[in-house]
Every structure is written in C-alpha cells, then in structure tokens.
C-alpha cells in the first residue's frame, strides 16, 4: 500500500520592505531543509532578496491549482499572489507593502482552508503598512481567525517555555474587561490541545493570574477569584491538567523550571515579554484552533536592517520545524 505524500507547507514572503524576503532566502538555501515549501508572494521580491545575499536559488514558478504541474523535487516553487512588489522600497512603509503582504496571506488561507496545502508558516508583516493599506485586521492572528471562521489563540514557544494568550492585540483597558470565564476557558482549552500537537503527554497548563499576585484574596482586584479561577475549576472538570491563578510575575520562571508545560497569560505583554526576552533566535508563534497549521518567527519586519543582509533567519526555520512537527502530529 502506498502511503500518500504529505500536503505542502506554504511560506509567505511578508512585507516586501522588511527582513521577509530576506530570511526566506537564507531558509531556503540551507542544505538541510528537509523539504522545499511552496513560497506564496512576488516571485521578483524572492530573486532580489536573494540577489542581495549572493545566494542561488532555483524557482519553479506554477499556478494554482498545481496537482497538474508537478514540480522538480530540486527547485523551490514560487506562486505569484498579486501585483508585482519588485518596486517596494525596503525599509519603508507603503500601501503596495501592506498590499503584497495581505495577498500573500490570504492565498495561503485559502489553499490551506480548500486543503491543498497542510498550512502556512508566514513572514513577518508591517502593521502600519497594513494599516495604510486598508487591511481591516491589525495582524495575522485576527486576519487568520476571520477567514478560517475560528475562535482561536496565540502560542509562544521557545526551547523553554510556551505561553499562550487570553487576548492579543487590544489596548490594556479593553483587554481587562474581555478577560472572562469563557476566554479564560477557551485559551485553556487551546493551551491543552497545542501541548498535545506538540507531543506532550498530559500536559500541565498554568493560568496566570491578571492581577499582582493574583489577586492576593481579592485585595488587588476581583477578575481573578471571579472570572479566572472558575475557568480553571470547568477546565478540571473536563480532565485538563489546569492548575492557578499563579502570579504573573513568577509563573514563568517555575516553567522554565520544568513545573508546567504551558502558561495562560492574560493579556500581550504578561506573555510575550518572558518567550522573547530569553531570545527572539528560537521564539515562535503557532496559531492555535485554526483547520490547518500556522507558524511564524517571533520577530516583526526590521525595517532598520532590512536589505542590510545581516537579518538572522533562525527563528523563520525553528517556525519551519515546528510546521513539520505538527504536520507530522496531525498525520
């Protein structure tokens, strides 16, 4: 009996102006790249990019849909996903930046949702830009759940520790009253499935509490006694291995020693500054809830070294690796 191949991986270039292209090209010309994904963006964009680091890369360009058209197993394929970006200025915030990085994105969605693709691992995207260009989502995240009709939520992972968030990018104030038993509930529910995929066995999920020391008996405010500890007694109750409200300025540093799996926090900050501190190189980002796999680095666009040459890839091919872990999961 013959066993299928896998469904392709998608990679989006990002936005034209910033360190995408870039990493893109120093990620695909690794000779221990287990595979080749299908490059979603100006296929122009990619050569230049590459031209700029010396590199020589052999693209295939194809059409979608492409089970007709297959591709050298030695060539990368590259699928135009809108108007020529050749032209973006790096370095620079534009409407055709913002453009070329939404259409690119949104082809992956699409070939992802239909089932053509196993999921996207994307570049970085400029959030300005996005804005200029009238995109109506403030980043992948929310641009991912719109599409893929998905409530879904933000893991961060690193060699150290994971963390995933309860809200993401909302101001402060408003991130407070959105924090309720029920999305306290659901990140719980996605934490325990993320671990899962990853291949951790029973694992075990911290909630960070959203006020100093949790609370401390409802000295420091009530949303961690009313909204955060009822979603972890519910998420006990369905047998996930949830244990808080911990406080938020130590939670961290017990999973970095080996006493939880993965931290629930509360709100952008409380989680992402502990993941890059220890190293922006290794942190990754994975959509969690999502009908298909979604990765990226933990970076943004760089737009201050980008075209310099010196962007380090490393955290774009860790995003690589966790794709094919999840993929391989989920076969």
């Given at each position: 009996m013959t066993t299928a191949a896998p469904r392709p991986l998608g990679l989006t270039l990002g936005d034209p102006a910033g360190i995408g292209p870039e990493i893109c090209a120093r990620?695909?010309?690794?000779?221990?790249?287990?595979?080749?994904?299908?490059?979603?963006?100006?296929?122009?964009?990619?050569?230049?990019?590459?031209?700029?680091?010396?590199?020589?890369?052999?693209?295939?360009?194809?059409?979608?849909?492409?089970?007709?058209?297959?591709?050298?197993?030695?060539?990368?394929?590259?699928?135009?996903?809108?108007?020529?970006?050749?032209?973006?200025?790096?370095?620079?915030?534009?409407?055709?930046?913002?453009?070329?990085?939404?259409?690119?994105?949104?082809?992956?969605?699409?070939?992802?949702?239909?089932?053509?693709?196993?999921?996207?691992?994307?570049?970085?995207?400029?959030?300005?830009?996005?804005?200029?260009?009238?995109?109506?989502?403030?980043?992948?995240?929310?641009?991912?759940?719109?599409?893929?009709?998905?409530?879904?939520?933000?893991?961060?992972?690193?060699?150290?520790?994971?963390?995933?968030?309860?809200?993401?990018?909302?101001?402060?104030?408003?991130?407070?009253?959105?924090?309720?038993?029920?999305?306290?509930?659901?990140?719980?529910?996605?934490?325990?499935?993320?671990?899962?995929?990853?291949?951790?066995?029973?694992?075990?999920?911290?909630?960070?509490?959203?006020?100093?020391?949790?609370?401390?008996?409802?000295?420091?405010?009530?949303?961690d006694a009313d909204e955060i500890a009822p979603a972890i007694d519910a998420a006990q109750a369905e047998g996930i291995n949830a244990s808080g409200p911990w406080p938020g300025d130590t939670v961290f540093m017990a999973a970095r020693q080996g006493a939880h799996d993965v931290v629930v926090a509360q709100y952008h900050d409380q989680g992402l500054i502990p993941v890059k501190y220890m190293g922006l190189a290794e942190g990754v980002n994975i959509t969690l809830g999502l009908p298909f796999i979604r990765t990226s680095p933990d970076h943004g666009t760089a737009f201050d070294i980008a075209g310099k040459g010196i962007a380090d890839p490393s955290s774009l091919r860790t995003a690589f690796n966790y794709a094919l872990q999840l993929r391989s999961s989920a076969e």
């Open positions: 990620v695909l010309a690794q000779s221990d790249l287990p595979e080749y994904p299908v490059v979603l963006g100006d296929p122009a964009v990619l050569e230049q990019a590459a031209e700029r680091l010396g590199l020589s890369l052999r693209l295939h360009r194809i059409t979608a849909p492409w089970e007709n058209d297959p591709f050298p197993s030695d060539s990368i394929p590259v699928l135009a996903t809108g108007p020529s970006a050749a032209s973006v200025e790096v370095g620079v915030v534009s409407r055709e930046g913002g453009e070329a990085a939404f259409d690119a994105i949104k082809t992956g969605i699409d070939l992802s949702l239909k089932g053509v693709l196993s999921g996207i691992v994307t570049a970085p995207i400029n959030k300005e830009a996005f804005a200029v260009a009238e995109v109506p989502f403030p980043g992948h995240t929310e641009m991912l759940a719109h599409y893929a009709g998905a409530e879904v939520a933000m893991m961060l992972a690193n060699d150290d520790i994971r963390t995933v968030l309860t809200t993401i990018h909302v101001p402060l104030r408003q991130a407070v009253d959105m924090i309720t038993r029920e999305s306290v509930l659901r990140a719980i529910r996605l934490a325990h499935r993320g671990a899962l995929a990853l291949g951790i066995d029973a694992p075990r999920v911290a909630v960070a509490g959203l006020n100093p020391h949790a609370g401390e008996g409802r000295l420091f405010g009530d949303e």
